[in-house]
């Protein structure tokens, strides 16, 4: 059976990124930029004070002990037109602009004054105190490269280089539809046999979280003609995926309902715990993932498999991120031929560690334990025991995804 690695290389050479779209700074924090942006102006644009005091020519004050006429005042956003002179200095504030003739700052705490004369024991070098032209960066310079998702720092960075918007991928739209005749919509009132559909508003949040925009499909009863309308309700969207019906029971018709209206299965079936029936394929152009009916297995498929091909689409480099490591909490068994992603707390020790627990029950059903959870940890087909205090490799899922 396929392994979980070699499934979701399958599923990220179905994807691809999307089209670009300008969007204003301000709504640009966690979008993925689309090209490399190049800054319009050098930071800072001319040469600047760093601090408040006087602009002075340092070979004035070469050997120390001085008296300089102070001749003008340049306050930020108001550059000095005259040229400074022998034996002169001018008024500065931090951020404005070094008066022409001027190298270097004395600082206001280093100067005496009286009136007109500015009086310091101080030797100052070239360049004290000055911050030079593009010491940021240039004009011209590639500040934020493409495929990078922009985080605050970035949208300041992208403002000091004077651009108002920027060119981002396109967020991906991700149709969600659950199939079920038990399913209802949360909050009804429920007759014997029916549940509330948890699973398609669990996954909207999180591919919302990941940057996708999730489209919520009807929930769809299980029979052949149900499925078939799924067809029609995906123009525009760039990803397709249903939940539930994956399994092998009777009932269990997705892959056969899409099958009739021209999905071409990739694979259906994987080495996973919780996960097992997972399907991808495509119908048309369009990506398909069958997720498990069970909440939990719905869930990890989503972070294992859907947020990859989200940020393959957004133009990520690294579709995959790399776990993280973690001291395990507990001993564990010998592992099977699955693939484990055991739902576990994450605490810290005092050496800054972080300690994984998986729970002691695992059913893919228990969503309480899920929301319970900060991370998984992974435990590779046919891992040997392993005991409390090994390192082990574990997956977020208290974090912004
Ligand atoms: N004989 C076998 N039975 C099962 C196998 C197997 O290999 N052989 N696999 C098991 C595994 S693993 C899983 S996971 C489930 C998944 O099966 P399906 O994808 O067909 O899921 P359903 O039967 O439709 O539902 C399973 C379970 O989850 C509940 N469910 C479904 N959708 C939702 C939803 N949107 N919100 C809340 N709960 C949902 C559903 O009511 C069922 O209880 O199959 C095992 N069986
Ligand atoms: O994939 Mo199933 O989740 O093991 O119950």
């Not at 301000?26 to 993925?32: E, H, L, P």
């Not at 705490?109 to 240039?138: K, L």
């Not at 048309?284 to 990859?308: D, E, K, M, S």
Request: net charge negative; proline share 7%; glycine share 10%.
């Amino acid at each position: 059976m396929l392994s979980v690695s070699e499934a979701r290389e399958r599923i990220l050479q179905g994807v691809f990124p999307l089209p670009a779209e300008v969007v204003a700074l301000t709504d640009a924090c966690g979008r993925v930029s689309a090209a490399p942006l190049a800054a319009r102006l050098s930071n800072p644009p001319a040469d600047v004070s760093a601090m408040d005091g006087y602009a002075v020519r340092a070979a004035d004050l070469s050997t120390g002990g001085a008296t300089l006429e102070c001749v003008a005042e340049a306050p930020a956003g108001h550059p000095v037109a005259t040229t400074i002179g022998l034996g002169q200095c001018a008024r500065i504030f931090t951020g404005s602009v070094m008066p022409a003739g001027t190298d270097a700052v004395l600082i206001q705490e280093n100067a005496q004054v009286d009136g007109r004369a500015v009086t310091t024991g101080h030797v100052i070098a070239p360049g004290t105190f000055v911050r030079c032209r593009g010491q940021d960066f240039a004009q011209g310079q590639v500040v934020i490269p493409a495929g990078r998702r922009l985080s605050a720092r970035d949208i300041g960075l992208a403002a000091a280089a004077n651009h108002p918007w920027v060119e981002v991928t396109r967020r991906p739209r991700v149709a969600i539809a659950a199939t079920g005749d038990e399913l209802l919509l949360p909050g009804s009132t429920l007759a014997a046999g029916q549940i509330a559909n948890s699973s398609t508003p669990m996954l909207a949040a999180l591919l919302r979280q990941a940057g996708a925009e999730p489209v919520m499909l009807p929930v769809l009863r299980d029979n052949m003609s149900d499925l078939a309308t799924l067809e029609r309700m995906v123009d525009g969207v760039d990803m397709l995926i249903t939940t539930g019906g994956a399994s092998v029971g009777s009932h269990d018709l997705v892959r056969r309902g899409l099958e009739q209206v021209g999905l071409k299965t990739d694979f259906w079936k994987i080495a996973m715990r919780p996960g097992r029936p997972l399907m991808s394929g495509h119908l048309g152009r369009l990506p398909f993932i069958g997720l498990p009916g069970n909440p939990v297995a719905a869930f990890v498929c989503t972070v294992v498999f859907v947020l990859p091909a989200l940020r393959r689409m957004a133009g990520l480099d690294n579709a995959v991120e790399p776990p993280q490591r973690a001291v395990l909490g507990v001993d564990l068994p010998e592992n099977d031929w699955r693939m484990d992603f055991l739902r576990s707390s994450l605490t810290h020790d005092g050496q800054g560690q972080q300690i994984a627990t998986p729970f002691p029950v695992q059913d893919s059903a228990m969503l309480h334990i899920l929301a319970d959870s900060q991370a998984l940890v992974l435990r590779a087909p046919h891992a040997p025991p392993a005991r409390a205090g090994d390192m082990c490799e574990i997956i977020r899922i208290d974090q912004g995804l």
